[in-house]
């Protein structure tokens, strides 16, 4: 799949909506090393309007790299400049800087929850889905980043979809909140779409929880 980093071009049709939880972040994991958007690409909007043919065949939307400190902002609706103001620092370690580390007891919870999450989205990526209104088209689900604050873990997923309209480029993004200590979830939340959603809610991802019981109990909590 090929990322634009030309941010010029990016159009939203869809805003995306934080989840607004304010506070001190205790640390973020980054899953990417970038942050990934499906959005309207202004060039192949002109392209579209050149006639008919053009508009029945071209799928307007590209892939985007943002940047990873854009978690900022969809977790606690604030700017990274906003929040640096406020906190001062956001602590953030990739996949790559926690697997060579040295090992502690921090890392290897931080290697365990990475492990759960990959492990989360390849059995339970159509179940977000699901949860989150998509109803056809699933393809992949991937993990963005982890913010943990407070005594939650807010775990952002990606999943891609394809339609009629988005051919490869359907997208939504969601965040799942757990609990630090017992790992249960807590409410999810969708939080952008190339289509169109409803927000999460207790009793909409309470089947979700249920499905990922023995998941959570096997790679976190060891029983």
């Known amino acids: ?17 934080p989840v607004g939880i304010r506070g001190q972040i205790d640390i973020i994991i980054d899953h990417r090393e970038f942050f990934p958007v ?9 392209h579209q309007k050149g006639g008919f043919l053009q508009w029945a065949t071209t799928d307007i939307f590209q892939w985007f790299a943002l940047p990873a400190e854009e978690i900022i902002y969809v977790c606690c609706g604030m700017t990274g ?13 990739t996949e790559q800087q ?29 179940d977000l889905f699901s949860t989150a209104g998509g109803w056809s088209g ?6 963005i980043s982890t913010v943990k604050i ?8 990606s999943m891609r979809y394809r ?6 480029t359907g997208q939504v993004i969601c965040a799942v909140e757990f609990r630090d200590d017992d790992f249960s979830l807590v409410n999810f939340y969708n939080v952008y779409s190339t289509g169109t959603f409803n927000r999460g809610s207790v009793a909409g991802f309470a089947p979700l929880a249920r499905m990922i019981l023995p998941l959570v109990r096997s790679k976190l909590l060891g029983f």
């Open 138 to 143: 699933f393809e992949a689900a991937e993990a």
């Open 98 to 126: 926690a697997a060579v580390a040295e090992e502690s007891d921090s890392v290897l919870v931080v290697r365990s929850w990475i492990r759960f999450t990959h492990e989360f989205c390849r059995q339970h990526g159509s």
């Open 38 to 46: 499906s959005a309207m690409s202004k060039l192949k909007r002109r």
């Open 163 to 168: 339609s009629i309209d988005r051919r490869g």
């Open 150 to 157: 407070a005594n939650r873990l807010m775990l952002f997923v």
């Open 81 to 93: 400049k906003e929040y640096l103001d406020r906190y001062q620092e956001f602590p953030m370690i």
């Open 1 to 17: 799949m090929t990322y634009s980093h030309d941010l010029d071009d990016l159009d939203f049709d869809n805003p995306i909506t």
